[in-house]
């Protein structure tokens, strides 16, 4: 009897034991683990970053280096991250470094990303940005206003340069300052708004890898060098807001093969195109008045150039050493063809001066070698010395003045005059084969119905 009541005993409190593990057991399966997911703050070194939802950002100055960081990361509760905190990372790569958070669930999952840019304050509201990673780093200007000018190590920007590949200038920028990108050779692509009213001095000047550019129609002045040998560039459109192309703009494109001038342009400065040798087209509007000095100097495939009659103007040197240039028309309204205006054309063979030129300067036409023929119109009163000097193959002269100009000898030095045919008015024969200078000529006559 006894030993029956020690075994309803034993059984009994195993049996409680037993209910309590099932009970126990019942309780973990009832307990969920966390599904949070946040990273709750992430620090380098003193520095904590910004925590905005899903984006972790921190801004450096400029003359932070631009190496990895190592992070500090505390997450929700049981949760981990992939890459783990205290691995090094480049966050100023872009487009940043992704981590994934997963919660004690291991189930659910949330992903961030970090980056850190570099960004300053260039001039008044105007801030610029880099991000991106050496060689592609990627400059913008954003704010209001005008940029500053800057010259070589002056640029905030000067030690990145070669690593800019992208410049974005973003809305409410109302000029491109000075020197702003000069000399970033691996730059390929600009975004400029149309709240931009001004390119400045040497703006892009040096982006050889430049290969389009498009200025907006809120641009009204271009300022000189602004483009300077860009080489990269095919192609320009300026547009109808600009008023003036200033002097060697678009010098040394060496690239530039086509350019479309906007109808509001009045002034093509001196030296704008100089040295754009694969310029072959250009088409100048009714709106100018002055090419300047040099304008298209030694743009040596330029085959043909219509100067409009709103030109008054053509400065010196503006087409000397257009080698390919077979054919000129010059506008009724210019007075004067300037010192070497088309000296070294040495492909044009005829030349028709318009009724309004009173002067034909020195050199104005000097080596142009293949040159054949000329037609003086009567209102040229002075032929200035070596106007035509080297033209080598001239062989005729149509002077329509009444009465001779006062020349001296070397105006058509080195040239075979006495087998060359002057002709001028019949009246006026006997007065040039006495006038000196004209007197060299082989065979001097009257103008024909033919040549007129």
């Known amino acids: 009897m006894k030993l029956t009541n020690c075994n309803n005993s034993f059984r009994n409190i195993w049996m409680a034991l037993l209910c309590g593990a099932m009970l126990c057991t019942a309780c973990e399966k009832d307990d969920p683990k966390s599904t949070a997911c946040d990273i709750v703050s992430f620090g380098t070194g ?22 990895p960081f190592t992070p500090t990361i505390t997450l929700s509760p049981g ?22 958070v997963t919660a004690e669930d291991g189930v659910t999952t949330k992903t961030y990303t970090v980056k850190a840019t570099l960004r300053a304050i260039i001039s008044g509201d105007c801030i610029w940005t880099l991000t991106g990673t050496p060689g592609n780093y990627t400059l913008t200007i954003s704010g209001s206003g005008a940029m500053g000018s800057y010259e070589n190590e002056d640029l905030p920007w000067y030690s990145y340069r070669d690593d800019i590949k992208t410049a974005v200038i973003e809305d409410g920028i109302t000029s ?79 690239g530039l093969t086509s350019v479309t001038i906007g109808s509001s342009v009045q002034t093509i400065g001196g030296g704008a195109f100089e040295d754009c040798s694969g310029l072959t087209s250009v088409t100048i ?35 000397s050493g257009c080698s390919g240039l077979t054919a000129i028309t010059i506008s009724n309204s210019v007075t004067i063809i300037e010192d070497f205006a088309f000296s070294g054309c040495s492909s044009l063979t005829a030349v028709t001066i318009p009724n309004s030129v009173q002067t034909i300067a020195y050199w104005a036409f000097g080596d142009c070698a293949g040159l054949t023929s000329v037609t003086i119109p009567n209102s040229v009163e002075t032929i200035q ?34 087998a060359a045919t002057l002709k001028v008015p019949a009246s006026a024969v006997d007065d040039y084969k006495a006038a000196t200078g004209w007197d060299e000529f082989g065979k001097i006559e009257a103008i024909s119905e033919e040549d007129e």
Not at 46 to 67: C, F, H, L, Q, S
Not at 286 to 314: E, Q, R
Request: aromatic share 8%; net charge negative.
């Open 46 to 67: 003193d520095a904590t970053w910004d925590i905005n939802g899903t984006k972790i950002t921190r801004v450096y100055p400029p003359e932070t280096e631009a190496i």
């Open 79 to 100: 949760a981990t991250v992939n890459p783990p905190s205290g691995t090094a990372q480049d966050f100023f790569a872009a487009p940043g470094v992704t981590y994934t």
């Open 176 to 254: 491109v300052g000075g020197g702003a990108f000069a000399g970033c050779s691996n730059l390929t692509a600009v975004t400029i708004p149309n709240s931009v009213t001004t390119i400045g001095y040497g703006a892009f000047s040096g982006c050889s890898g430049l290969i389009s550019i498009t200025i907006p129609n809120s641009v009204t002045n271009i300022g000189g060098r602004a483009f300077e040998a860009c080489s990269g560039l095919t192609s320009v459109t300026i547009p109808n807001s600009v008023q003036t192309i200033h002097e060697w703009a678009f010098r040394n494109c060496t």
């Open 285 to 319: 509007p009714n709106s100018v008045t002055t090419i300047g000095s040099g304008a298209f100097m030694d743009c040596s495939d330029l085959t043909s150039v219509i100067i409009p009659n709103s030109v008054t103007t053509i400065d010196d040197l503006a087409f």
């Open 385 to 418: 010395d070596r106007a035509f000097v080297y033209c080598s193959s001239l062989t005729t002269v149509i002077n329509h003045r009444t009465a001779p100009q006062d020349i001296v000898g070397s105006v058509f030095y080195d040239i075979h005059l006495n």
